[in-house]
């Protein structure tokens, strides 16, 4: 890991930028398929990312995090807003114009099972991003294949043999190795551990720490699991129905979470201490998250936030900085001075 924080003067660029982001999926209905509503999965992200950090994104299912992964990838077509790959605007490059992009981003898949064709070799799998782009690695494409087997720590002899060979985290190396394979800038990773089993995920999470060490990657690692994403990240945007309520360094999350949701959240964690257990404030959400095709007006997580008021009814929180490098969307934030919560409620 690298940088925590924000962009400081003279230091490193942000390699992504994000601006305005929407995605929002039709629902049409009859022969003609006429438009009757849509699905707001994904309404108005604006974040940067610096070279070299990682940028963890959490939420709830259904959120909109894995949208957002895959239209910075662009691998979804955005209906509004813009994304800037290092200073170059890619919000809609055709297939001919992504196709020198793919080198310097790639995504690693959320699950391993229907990410890898099984009627592919590993070598094959691994050895694609080569043929598509066209390169030659130096050494041939066996050779520097098995270099990256090794990499991701699998046996490099294991060359010719199939996905069912393997187990689900032997599945998901295989699934960074592909990544890695043309040496991106940077590595979106949608919930790289989330389907393998619990004594696995620490050493998969330990990979992509070393790798980002080794190579100089920037991630953006999208989980759902905040136990999971502390340990990997600099700084952490938190989402709650397509919209980012809250965006911070990991310290300042997790001792001073200021959105009700992040507070909400940071209480689920599971404390394997007994100790520390009974001290524990559990705070329980009521309802469910509403639905994405029509949204609640205002802030968006009025409907469950124990602290709503009429204002957060009718008028959608901005999300401005309350301290240096601490953003929050709420009208009522949680550990800021009195004086600091008061204007923002007006």
Known sequence: MSIPGQQAPGGPEPILKVKGLVKHFPITKGLLRRQIGAVQAVDGLTFDVLAGETLGVVGESGCGKSTMGRLITRLLEPTGGTVEFQGKDITHLGVAGMRPMRRDVQMIFQDPYSSLNPRHTVGTIVGAPFRLQRITPEGGVKKEVQRLLGLVGLNPEHYNRYPHEFSGGQRQRIGIARALALKPKLVVADEPVSALDVSIQAQVVNLLDDLQTELGLTYVIIAHDLSVIRHVSDRIAVMYLGK???????????????????????SAVPVPDP??????ERILLKGDVPSPISPPSGCRFHTRC????????????????????????????????????????V
Do not use: F, N
């Open 244 to 266: 980012l309520v809250e965006l911070t360094d990991r310290s300042s999350l997790y001792t001073r979470p200021m959105h009700p949701y992040t507070k909400a959240l940071l």
């Open 275 to 280: 100790g520390r257990r009974i001290k524990r």
């Open 306 to 345: 124990w602290k709503a008021t009429e204002v957060c009814k009718a008028q959608e929180p901005p999300l401005v900085a309350l301290e240096p490098g601490h953003q929050v969307a709420c009208h009522h934030p949680e550990s800021v001075p009195e004086p600091v919560a008061a204007v923002s409620t």
